[in-house]
């Protein structure tokens, strides 16, 4: 069971841009970081942002993070046909004393 | 570069137990945190355990707590997860996942998983 919350689809033509939302609470990203995974289709995941907007080197600055309060956003800027993936974004949860992650957006390029 | 080799998947009856390894090259694997992360067939990603480098602490998710058990043997440079009373839910792939605690970088390179099917 998730406890952040993801809208299950986003889309958008080449170029676009596009925004994933991640909802949690103060147990979890109200009081950490937040971090964001691109899944390829048949890959494992990977890193893209974190804590809450940073890149790790390889990461095209197209992909960004923000954070504010207890909710979270990715935002794919010149949306490219190899950013159709799955993304989940997560954090630590102080109250489970474990990480959580978000139920997953698919980004579809039309 | 780093590389996570994760190995010990395969079919498996409710209720019996496996041990799935993780091995690890590339980095000074004992002075990084290490993890498990599993993905059930068309499911989204679960965190489920853990481990940090000098073995002082392990934590788990919820529903894995009580059954599963992480462990790491740095001479080897090899995580291990130990799983108990295995159930129809716990069918998945399983990937490990390194943390570079310096760095601020949770799961910041993963290995390709294996896969684990619990079914009589």
Redesign the interface.
């Known amino acids: 069971q998730?406890v952040l919350t993801q809208p299950p689809s986003a889309s958008g033509t080449p170029g676009q841009r596009v925004t994933i939302s991640c909802s949690g609470s103060s147990s979890n990203i109200g009081r950490n970081?937040v971090?964001w995974?691109q899944?390829l289709p048949g890959t494992?995941?990977?890193?893209l942002i974190?804590?809450n907007d940073?890149r790790?080197s390889g990461v095209p600055d197209r992909f960004s993070g923000s954070k504010s309060g207890t909710s979270a956003s990715l935002a794919i800027s010149g949306l490219r046909s190899e950013d159709e993936a799955?993304y989940?974004c997560?954090a630590w949860d102080e109250s489970?004393?474990?990480?959580?992650?978000?139920?997953?957006t698919v980004v579809t390029v039309l | 570069q780093v590389q996570l080799v994760e190995s010990g998947g395969g079919v498996v009856q409710p209720g019996r137990s496996l041990r799935l390894s993780c091995a690890a090259s590339g980095f000074s694997f004992s002075l990084y945190g290490m993890h498990w992360v599993r993905q059930a067939p068309g499911k989204g990603l679960e965190w489920v355990a853990v481990i940090w480098d000098d073995v002082s602490n392990k934590y788990y998710g919820d529903s894995v707590k009580g059954r599963f058990t992480i462990s790491r043997d740095n001479s080897k440079n090899t995580l291990y997860l130990h799983m108990n009373s295995l159930r129809a839910e716990d069918t998945a792939v399983y990937y490990c996942a390194r943390e570079d605690a310096m760095a601020g970088t949770p799961l910041d390179n993963w290995g390709q998983g294996t896969l684990v099917t619990v079914s009589s």
């Open positions: 998730s970081y971090y995974f899944q494992a995941p990977k890193l974190y804590r940073q790790p799955d989940y997560a489970l004393n474990s990480y959580v992650f978000g139920t997953g």
